[in-house]
Nanobody, 120 residues
Framework: QVQLVESGGGLVQAGGSLRLSCSASGRIFRIVNMGWYRQTPGTQRDLVAELIGDSTNYVDSVKGRFTVSRDNAKNTVYLQMNSLKPEDTAVYYC???????????????WGQGTQVTVSS
């Protein structure tokens, strides 16, 4: 099986920074993509940023403030969040599509979620 373990959430004042980390472990043949979603109570889980190969994709509201990166050797994805705003408050979830064995399809995995709270 595959596990995604996140760390780095917390409470920060507006304008501050946080760095989230997510490490994948278990039976991994190839990681197709990794990224971050966020969710607030009563809303759907929305994409924040993702890495597909060497390409990055960001939701408009975080462009220029958040940076997603990956350490392939460690199967770890990071989300550097700068100039945080109260509207960035949410539970952030790591997401990855992973192939566990040759000739098998990629499956989607989620982390447990980490709370990010930005005070005004």
């Amino acid at each position: 099986q595959v596990q995604l373990v996140e760390s780095g959430g917390g409470l920060v004042q507006a304008g501050g920074s946080l760095r989230l980390s997510c490490s994948a472990s278990g039976r991994i043949f190839r990681i197709v993509n990794m990224g971050w979603y966020r969710q607030t109570p009563g809303t759907q889980r929305d994409l924040v940023a993702e890495l597909i190969g060497d390409s990055t994709n960001y939701v408009d509201s975080v462009k220029g403030r958040f940076t997603v990166s990956r350490d392939n050797a460690k199967n770890t994805v990071y989300l550097q969040m700068n100039s945080l705003k109260p509207e960035d408050t949410a539970v952030y979830y790591c997401n990855a599509r992973i192939v566990q064995a040759y000739y098998t399809p990629a499956q989607q995995y989620w982390g447990q979620g980490t709370q990010v709270t930005v005070s005004s």
